[in-house]
């Protein structure tokens, strides 16, 4: 019976970081954070929950041949993800409500592809350098066909909870 239980609870925190994951990379489009600050609190909050639960893990899934990548993998999704959302979902949520509109100009272009199905319909990219960290912005197709003539980013950002600035409106110029 507790194997049981132990193997929903794992399929829905799965499932549960799984979505978190792709809610959590929207959000890090919007703020302005160094990349190896979530990193670092995905894999040590991973590392750890894997160490103090590799028994448990091992004796539940003993019969599928439960082996240590697979734990790593599980812990990290679960906990790794599910913690780091937690972080950055509450600095964006719970920002102060001072807004400051700062103007930045465009060190470097490129583009991502559309969706499965309408790859041509593409996004441009926009590298800015955020007061000494470089920031992709991500705009919609709309804008691709112009993509050469912008010069300059203008954004309207809000100080997060922990100090990390939010981006709550972009426009190109």
């Not at 160490?51 to 041949?65: A, D, L, P, R, V």
């Not at 999704?77 to 780091?84: E, H, N, P, R, Y």
């Not at 309207?156 to 600035?165: A, H, I, R, S, V």
Request: hydrophobic content about 40%.
């Amino acid at each position: 019976m507790f194997r049981k239980s132990q193997r929903t609870r794992d399929f829905v925190g799965l499932l549960t970081g799984m979505i978190l994951i792709i809610w959590e990379i929207n959000i890090y489009r919007k703020t302005i954070i160094p990349f190896w600050i979530p990193f670092i609190i995905i894999i040590l909050i991973g590392a750890w929950k894997t160490w103090s639960n590799y028994k448990n893990y091992i004796s539940t899934y003993k019969k599928e041949g439960g082996n240590i990548f697979f734990a790593i993998l599980q812990y990290t999704v679960v906990w790794g993800f599910s913690l780091c959302s937690i972080f950055m979902i509450s600095n964006y949520y719970l920002a102060n409500s001072k807004k400051q509109i700062k103007n930045f100009t465009i060190e470097e272009r490129s583009s991502l592809p559309g969706r499965k199905g309408n790859r041509g319909n593409r996004k441009p990219t926009f590298i800015i350098n955020y007061e000494g960290l470089k920031k992709e912005l991500v705009f919609s197709s709309s804008y691709y066909s112009k993509i050469d003539e912008y010069t300059e980013v203008t954004l309207l950002t809000q100080n997060g909870l922990f100090g990390f600035d939010i981006i709550l409106e972009q426009n190109l110029y």
